[in-house]
C-alpha cells in the first residue's frame, strides 16, 4: 500500500498526547523509585526506628556492651535468643554521659511482631534504657 499523504494529522494528535503523557507518567515513577533507592541510610534507619516505636511490642532485654556509637543487646522472644545491634550515633544525645554504666543492666525494647530480630532500645521518641533522664540534651 501506498502512503499518498492525504491523512488527516488531527486523527494522529490525540495518540501523540496520549503517548506523551504515558511517557511523563513513567519517568515520574522512575524518579520516584530511583529517590526511594537511594536513600541515604541513616534515613532508612529513622524510619525504621519510627515504625518500630510506633507498631513494635514490648521485651526485655539486656545490654550486653558499648562501643563507640553502638548498643549491643540481648533477648528472648516466644524462646528464641536474639542477640542485637542498634547504631545511636544520631541519639547520642539521649543516652547518659557515661554510657558504659549501662552494661549488664536490663533494659526495654521495641521489636517486630513479623520479625523478632528487628528491634530498638531507643529512638528519638521512646527509650527502653532504664537510666533515668538523660545526662545531655539532644
Known sequence: MIW???GNAMESTPVLV?????AAVL???GVIAFVRYRRRPK????L?????????????ATITDIQE????????VRGVNYTASQDISQLLG?????????????????????????SILISEEWSGL???RPARSA
Open 4 to 6: 499518498t499523504g492525504s
Open 18 to 22: 496520549g503517548g506523551g503523557i504515558v
Open 27 to 29: 519517568l515520574g515513577a
Open 43 to 46: 534515613d532508612k534507619e529513622l
Open 48 to 60: 525504621r526506628r519510627t515504625a518500630l516505636n510506633l507498631s513494635g511490642r514490648l521485651g526485655d
Open 69 to 76: 556509637a553502638t548498643l549491643y543487646y540481648s533477648y528472648s
Open 94 to 118: 539521649l543516652i547518659p554521659e557515661d554510657p558504659n554504666r549501662l552494661i549488664g543492666q536490663p533494659a526495654s525494647l521495641k521489636y517486630s511482631p513479623q520479625n523478632p530480630a528487628n
Open 130 to 132: 532504664h537510666c533515668g
